[in-house]
């Protein structure tokens, strides 16, 4: 049916920090609004609501910095403040309700973990925690 799977794939590239941004479906409002943030390196944050009835699939992307290799293991995810992807872990399996799975990927724009979710409003909450990317 259409408008039952949703994917979301932000792309942090050159001056653009952030984005908001909602479509009407037939499902309902499907809203974003994401930031990269200057002041807080390998940070990134995301509020998304997917509407009833809808699955989605988040890419949250893994900040790089002056060249470094930063990968899934060397980040924190926090919905609403719940860690569900800890560094050098991985996915922490119904740590959050509506979080169906998580997993480290990658394409062309980059590193990320992917994220299904249940229809519902998330915060999600990426930090880079390598100790050798806090030191730049």
């Not at 409002?29 to 989605?56: M, Q, R, Y």
């Not at 992307?61 to 290799?69: D, H, T, V, Y």
Request: hydrophobic fraction near 45%.
């Amino acid at each position: 049916m259409a408008w039952s799977n949703i994917l979301i794939a932000p792309t942090v590239a050159g001056d653009l920090s952030g984005v908001a941004a909602s479509v009407a479906t037939i499902r309902g409002l499907i809203s974003v609004k994401w930031n990269a943030l200057e002041d807080a390196v390998g940070k990134f944050l995301i509020n998304v609501t997917v509407p009833h009835g809808t699955t989605g699939v988040i890419h949250l992307p893994i900040l790089q910095e002056k060249n470094n290799n930063i990968t899934a293991n060397d980040v924190n995810v926090l919905e609403g403040g719940i860690c569900f992807w800890k560094a050098k872990v991985g996915y922490i399996s119904e740590s959050v309700p509506g979080i169906d799975m998580a997993k480290s990927g990658s394409n062309l724009a980059g590193k990320f973990i992917e994220v299904i979710i249940q229809s519902g409003t998330y915060e999600f909450d990426l930090t880079v925690v390598a100790k050798d990317y806090l030191k730049i």
